[in-house]
């Protein structure tokens, strides 16, 4: 694994260093994120149809290296401030992609109720989770994304938000998978 994701990331850094153009250096995203918005791996974010602030912000957490993640940090780096604004931009005009995850079941539906009802997510997701401005739209993200996500909150692995941190600190591991059903499915 450790091979193949060293791999993708001397092909993205040679093809960012090559990328003139906003829509060269958004192809580059592709390899990951996906060409039609699905990204392959489903633990990698959907970013197509994302709010422009959230993507902004996540670029310039990872080229700060206050988020972590060992393909994103250095591809960061290379962009501009003009370029992080630019991509989150052109990806905030795509179409959010439809992808073909589950409903939550029943059990799963009710807890993610009961765990907003305690811990507020749409108080900033809004009501549709849909967020807005520098705020993640998180219904019908991919699932293993929202699970690993919520887990690394959790445990801290992913800081540069530590009020997640705190909130998913406020319910339980079986919370957050039924949360994640919920949101998938949504």
């Known amino acids: 694994m450790l091979r193949l994701m060293t791999a993708i990331l001397l092909v993205c850094l040679s093809a960012t260093a090559r990328a003139q153009s906003i829509e060269e250096k ?13 990204p392959q791996d489903k633990a990698f974010p959907i970013i197509w149809g994302q709010h422009a602030g959230y993507l902004y912000l996540q670029l310039r957490d990872f080229q700060k290296g206050v988020r972590k993640n060992e393909i994103m940090q250095p591809i960061a780096e290379g962009l501009t401030k003009d370029d992080m604004m630019a991509l989150a931009e052109y990806f905030e005009k795509k179409q959010w992609p439809k992808l073909p ?58 800081a540069n938000n530590p009020g997640m941190s705190d909130l998913m600190n406020a319910a339980s591991e079986d919370d957050l998978k039924a949360m994640a059903a919920y949101l998938a499915g949504f």
């Open 26 to 38: 958004a192809n580059v995203c592709g390899a990951c994120h996906g060409e039609d918005g699905i």
């Open 101 to 158: 995850q589950a409903a939550a079941s029943g059990a799963d539906a009710a807890t993610a109720k009961r765990v907003n009802g305690s811990i507020g997510c749409t108080g900033c997701h809004l009501d549709q989770y849909q967020g807005d401005g520098s705020i993640a739209r998180i219904a019908g993200q991919n699932h293993d994304y929202l699970l690993k996500t919520m887990l690394d909150f959790r445990t801290r692995d992913r």
